[in-house]
């Protein structure tokens, strides 16, 4: 069942993006389960573009809890994400349906297809990144991108960004390509030192503020190809 609010690109064998106008969310299929990892803006019913990709169970995974990225989670019964994204999930609406706990460490068996959780805060307090070892994939969320992080609000902590891309770099022998929730798809590797060079130049106040594309509340920094949207505290 087609949803015109989504448009789905097959990557590869059992696994696709689902284009949301701004965001992206992927469906993973192994040989027992489905991993949809994030739900969207919530635009429409990505329930049912999602039953049309594959007859296995679906379970939820959200990188974090910003609104482009669990707009579609009512939909689905099993919605995993990390407890110390749980203060942003709910601030906005306590409600919400409620998410099991992941781990850092935690392996997602999709049956012939495993995720690991790695808890990467900075962007948000919980994000999530997801190493398939065996796929030398890494989907980061909202960490790693060619388009501008969003840096600012509650939440945002650059010197955590920091310290997680490091461990992410320093990871980066097991994965070949990086999955991004926003902007060009896929994201080489090597995008993420340009981040960890960029923040630390954001932080030291050498990069110069551009107005942003949009109408939010803060400045858009831009170095080498990467960059924030950030305002300096
Ligand atoms: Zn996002």
Redesign the pocket.
């Known amino acids: 069942m087609a949803d015109n609010a989504y448009q789905v690109i097959q990557i590869s064998e059992g696994q696709w993006r689902i284009e949301e106008g701004m965001?992206r969310s992927y469906l993973f299929e192994g040989a027992e389960k489905a991993l949809l990892v994030d739900t969207g803006f919530g635009g429409g019913d990505i329930r049912a573009v999602v039953s049309g990709l594959t007859k296995k169970p679906v379970m939820v995974v959200n990188t974090h809890a910003?609104g482009?990225?669990i707009g579609c989670n009512g939909q689905f019964d099993e919605i995993y994400m990390h407890p110390a994204e749980y203060a942003h999930y709910y601030k906005n609406d306590p409600n919400r349906p409620s998410p099991l706990p992941l781990q850092e460490g935690d392996v997602i068996d999709l049956g012939g297809r495993r995720f690991e959780v790695i808890l990467i805060p900075g962007h948000t307090t919980g994000s999530i990144a997801l190493l398939d070892r065996e796929g030398r994939i890494l989907v980061a969320g909202?960490s790693i991108s060619k388009v501008p992080v969003f840096m600012f609000g509650p939440f945002r902590n650059f010197q955590a960004y920091i310290f997680s891309l490091k461990r992410l770099s320093a990871m980066g022998d097991l994965f070949d390509t990086i999955y991004p929730?926003?902007g060009p798809f896929p994201v080489e590797k090597d995008t993420i030192d340009k981040l960890i060079a960029a923040a630390h130049s954001f932080l030291r106040g050498e990069i110069p503020a551009q107005t942003p594309p949009y109408d939010i509340p803060a400045k858009m920094y831009v170095t080498d190809g990467v960059g924030f949207f950030a305002n300096i505290e």
């Open positions: 965001v910003d482009d990225h909202d929730s926003h």
